[in-house]
């Protein structure tokens, strides 16, 4: 079983729309990953209007690959170079630990996400 950020199991980010590179809601990755899509994020519209200026357009919808595109509000698994970037542009999505590869401290400091987290959702 994959860990998250905070060394536990790795929780589900998101089913609809349905995210993960592997597309089963979680940020799970694997070698084929070359993106490590990894951080599990609440897009605004302020941030996917920063992705597409990246080249990353995460709104419109693609049928041919499944993807419906997303809205303000949706998660997702997003590359954490994506979010590494948006954290030095000042516009880092939140972020939902739990839901967050561990492989992500690799790459980003954990008190970064953690400054970013989303609150912890009641059970």
Not at 27 to 54: I, K, N, P, W, Y
Not at 92 to 118: G, M, N
Request: proline share 7%.
């Amino acid at each position: 079983m994959a860990k998250n950020v905070l060394g536990r199991d790795l929780e589900t980010c998101c089913t609809d729309p349905m995210t993960g590179w592997h597309r089963n809601g979680k940020c799970e990755t694997g070698r084929d990953d070359l993106g490590r899509h990894l951080v599990c994020v609440q897009v605004s519209a302020d941030f996917l209007a920063f992705s597409a200026s990246r080249g990353n357009d995460l709104s419109t919808p693609q049928p041919a690959y499944g993807f419906p595109g997303l809205q303000p509000g949706d998660c997702w698994c997003l590359c954490v170079d994506r979010w590494k970037e948006a954290l030095a542009a000042g516009i880092a999505p939140p972020v939902k630990l739990e839901a967050t590869h561990i492989s992500t401290i690799e790459f980003v400091d954990l008190a970064d996400l953690e400054a970013h987290a989303l609150p912890h959702a009641t059970e």
